[in-house]
């Protein structure tokens, strides 16, 4: 199994300009979620889909989309890309369940760096 | 809400020395709580987890313990390391998180000497 995988890895771009970030899992799993990480601020969740068809706004939504396409993918669109949106973006998938079998897991990452 | 606080490194160790990273956390009743390891250039990785109070996770030779009356989960560690070196995330899954949403804190920055 592939687990969670994340395209691109690396991606530049110039203010203004717009791109999608793609997720896919193959855990057949319900949950996804996208997380950004900054230097000395951890992950920060941006938005999340409990599961196929619903999607919700984490705690830094602001200038993001996401689309829930099927049960496997969730992209994640910056629609007019800014430098605070340089940071390093997390997608990650859980199976919702009871208490002890809540782990997420993660894929590689993807730098955005917006000059 | 909920928070999850934990030491700041970087934390700076000579092999075969003893880890300790803190961590606590605020949230109502007994939330689930987690430590992830993020190696160089790669993603985040569970290390371990604890669900009730008092539980103890383990792996890889690191422990933690769920502690209820400090709200504390610290991450041990007896003998370390270079390939620990990483950083360690602290988290916590809240009862009322919907959509099993975690919460992390800001990442400890691990780096072992040989």
């Known amino acids: 199994n592939a687990g969670v995988t994340q395209t691109p890895k690396f991606q530049v771009l110039k203010t203004g300009q717009s791109m999608t970030l793609q997720c896919a899992q193959d855990?057949?799993?319900?949950?996804m979620y996208w997380y950004r990480q900054d230097p000395g601020m951890g992950l920060r969740l941006i938005y999340y889909?409990?599961?196929?068809?619903?999607?919700d706004k984490g705690e830094v939504p602001n200038g993001y989309n996401v689309s829930r396409l099927n049960k496997r993918e969730f992209s994640l669109r910056l629609e007019s890309a800014a430098p605070s949106q340089t940071s390093v973006y997390f997608c990650?998938?859980?199976?919702?369940?009871?208490?002890?079998?809540?782990?997420?897991?993660f894929g590689p990452g993807t730098r955005l760096t917006v000059l | 809400g909920d928070s999850v606080t934990q030491m700041e490194g970087p934390v700076t160790l000579s092999e075969e020395a003893f880890l300790t990273i803190n961590c606590t956390y605020t949230a109502t009743g007994y939330p689930s709580l987690f430590w992830y390891v993020q190696y160089p250039g790669e993603g985040l990785q569970l290390l371990l987890k604890a669900t009730k109070a008092d539980d103890k996770g383990s792996n890889k030779g690191f422990e933690a313990t769920y502690r209820k009356e400090t709200t504390s989960f610290h991450l041990e560690k007896g003998s370390v390391q270079v390939s620990d070196s990483a950083v360690y995330f602290c988290?916590?899954?809240?009862?009322?998180?919907?959509?099993?949403?975690?919460?992390f804190g800001g990442g400890t920055r691990v780096l072992v000497k040989p």
């Open positions: 855990m057949n799993h319900n949950s």
């Open positions: 889909s409990a599961s196929e068809g619903t999607t």
């Open positions: 990650a998938s859980s199976e919702v369940a009871g208490r002890g079998t809540d782990t997420q897991y």
């Open positions: 988290a916590l899954r809240g009862i009322k998180a919907a959509g099993n949403k975690l919460t």
